[in-house]
């Protein structure tokens, strides 16, 4: 009962707003949703609990939060972090609330960053320890990204499987897929421009990344989400489109680490953006240097 108290006490004042709708993946079961909401409740003594209708309400009460509420607690998958970002990011960031999120996606690297892997137990745990803490925001040309930009092989994974497949069996869905492309000889022409040097490379698939973690693997292990760097792999051309110069150790992988990166393609082909689909050819990306508050603590 102590611990019960010490957490009102902690939220006191705090006023919350939680979003979810039957779109961002959140338990089926009206006893499942009702379970999650009153732990939420628990946890916090002021707070509002939102079902959206569609994503217009979903973006309007995003925006209507800003300036009203301490904290805004979503629930969704990768793709919905990175709408919220983008929407958030677009006030002022001492009008902007305090962002916690309830993984309900199909990979979710989005919250690993920050201590939330990819359970809701886990998310609740992260929320009721109430870390706050603040971290790097990537601006992607008009656009913002949290863990990934990448192009070439296997970056379109996530957005061109049916989120039926997803549905029924999970992130299976994507390495199924990413096995179908093995095969298929894939190569992308770059024009790499930092503010330190400028080169052009040939490779089957380039990344951008500001996490550990993409397509639920951990792969980037020299990083930090505070820090206002991201880390750059590029991969030289070879068998299963460069995956295996990749898996092992990152042989024959060019690695960067910059908070300014242009990178231009010469195929024309998208980008992905944490999950979705992107801008075409070119790309300008800077780190914004603990630009959001979060919920959570903070990979160094």
Same mark, same amino acid.
């Given at each position: ?133 603040? @971290? =790097?925001?990537? /601006? ?8 990934? %930009?990448?192009? +070439?092989?296997?970056? $379109? ?100 680490? @910059? =908070?300014?990166? /242009? ?8 980008? %992905?953006?944490? +999950?979705?689909?992107? $801008? ?21």
């Amino acid at each position: 009962m102590g611990g019960f108290f010490y957490t009102v006490l902690k939220y006191l004042g705090m006023k919350v707003l939680y979003l979810y709708s039957d779109k961002t993946g959140i338990a089926k079961s009206e006893r499942k949703i009702n379970k999650l909401n009153n732990k939420l409740r628990e946890i916090y003594p002021d707070i509002t609990i939102k079902k959206t209708k569609d994503l217009e309400d979903f973006e309007n009460s995003i925006k209507e939060s800003v300036g009203v509420y301490d904290a805004l607690i979503v629930a969704g998958g990768d793709g919905t972090v990175k709408l919220v970002v983008t929407i958030l990011m677009a006030f002022p960031k001492e009008k902007r609330p305090i962002l916690g999120y309830i993984p309900t996606g199909t990979v979710n690297d989005a919250g690993k960053a920050v201590g939330i892997k990819g359970s809701v137990r886990q998310a609740l745990k992260v929320l009721k320890a109430g870390n706050i803490d603040d @971290v =790097d925001i990537c /601006k992607v040309n008009n656009e913002y990204f949290t863990f990934v %930009c990448a192009a +070439g092989a296997f970056s $379109d994974i996530s957005y061109v499987v049916k989120r039926g497949y997803k549905k029924v069996i999970g992130r299976l869905a994507y390495y199924f897929y990413a096995l179908s492309q093995i095969f298929k000889r894939r190569i992308i022409e770059c024009e790499i421009e930092t503010k330190n040097e400028k080169f052009s490379v040939k490779t089957p698939f380039i990344m951008v990344m500001n996490s550990r973690n993409v397509g639920g693997f951990p792969v980037n292990f020299d990083f930090s989400v505070k820090d206002g760097l991201v880390e750059v792999y590029i991969t030289k051309p070879g068998l299963f489109n460069g995956l295996l110069h990749y898996a092992f150790f990152k042989v024959k992988t060019t690695k960067l680490k @910059v =908070d300014y990166i /242009k990178i231009t393609l010469k195929n024309d082909e998208y980008w %992905c953006f944490d +999950g979705e689909r992107g $801008d075409k050819k070119s790309v300008e990306i800077s780190v914004l240097k603990q630009e959001l508050k979060v919920i959570g603590k903070a990979q160094k």
